[in-house]
């Protein structure tokens, strides 16, 4: 995960770290290969370019010029701007209904029910949260069978309607039957397209007026490059969703495009997915992952 972000940010440190003293070239030169590691692991342009502004005015500010350990500062700097870049703080997840409504939305193939089945797994075993899966994709039988399976798997009820096209109706329904079996979490697991098209927000968004659950997730897959986020922005508008889920992290991810999503929708990522098992689901904690990209 962000393998190639890593070794061109090492590098670009190279330059600073067989200098006892360093000089302005040697900064400008270090922020030239950031910038060009960030832009070129889909980091977004303008993300990318008012990132290195800020770590410069910040090495200025806190003369890294002067310093013993320039190399050391300016990887501190860029850390913490890292940090920032990702969304400062852990984000949790609110679970304050009974039960608690999570809407996942995101396009077909981003891992909705994958990670619909590990939330509900998460809940279940971490939360000792008692969860109810909901099936409202009604194009696709496939899809309903699939969170069957994952939902067999973990021993976690899955809600499903045989023939009923109305996916609204569906997830009203689930709730009820949420309420009524002493279920305190319902995750709904929507239909995705594999572009943005207006018949697809405007069903999701329907959903999400009659449910008004209390978080709407945004799932995507991090392996996507600069589509990711405006996927994102458009998922945003209509929902302004809560959180983003990002998954496939386990893969040979540029990732960057992900991580511009959090300042582009201004919305935190909450977890991360790291592979096909249901276990593999983490909290996206912003300074771990900035631990991870600089080694
Ligand atoms: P959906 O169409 O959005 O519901 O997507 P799926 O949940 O069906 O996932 C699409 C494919 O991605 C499946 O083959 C999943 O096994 C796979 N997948 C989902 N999440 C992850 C992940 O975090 N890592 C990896 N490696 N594969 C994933």
């Not at 850390?79 to 852990?90: N, R, T």
């Not at 572009?195 to 709407?216: F, G, L, R, S, W």
């Amino acid at each position: 995960m962000f393998d190639n972000l890593s070794d061109k940010l090492d590098k670009a440190f190279h330059i600073l770290k067989g200098h006892g003293k360093i000089t302005e070239v040697n900064v400008a030169e270090t922020l030239k290969e950031v910038r060009r590691a960030l832009l070129d692991a889909d980091v977004n342009f303008k993300i990318a370019k008012d990132f290195t502004n800020t770590v410069k005015e910040k090495a200025l500010g806190q003369e890294v010029l002067t310093s013993l350990q320039p190399g050391q500062l300016m990887i501190k700097i860029v850390k913490d701007q890292l940090i920032e870049l990702m969304g400062g703080e852990a984000a949790g997840i609110n679970l304050s209904g009974n039960p608690s409504v999570i809407l996942m939305s995101g396009l077909q193939g981003s891992g909705k029910t994958t990670f619909s089945g590990k939330l509900a797994n998460f809940l279940k075993t971490k939360k000792n949260k008692k969860p109810l899966l909901v099936a409202c994709d009604v194009y696709r039988p496939a899809a309903i069978n699939q969170l069957h399976v994952v939902g067999e798997q973990l021993g976690i009820e899955v809600y499903s309607e045989e023939g009923n096209k109305n996916p609204v109706e569906i997830a009203q329904k689930a709730i009820k039957h949420a309420k009524a079996n002493g279920f305190n979490a319902v995750i709904v697991d929507t239909a995705g397209r594999l572009a943005v098209d207006e018949e697809m927000m405007n069903e999701i968004a329907n959903i999400h007026k009659a449910i008004q659950p209390q978080e709407t997730l945004f799932v995507v897959d991090s392996m996507t490059g600069q589509d990711a986020v405006n996927t994102a922005k458009a998922f945003n508008d209509r929902l302004n969703f809560d959180g983003v889920i990002l998954t496939k992290l386990d893969g040979d991810t540029r990732g960057g495009a992900a991580i511009s999503i959090k300042s582009v929708v201004n919305k935190p990522i909450k977890f991360i997915g790291t592979g096909e098992k249901m276990d593999a689901i983490d909290i996206f904690y912003p300074d771990r992952m900035a631990d991870r990209i600089l080694g």
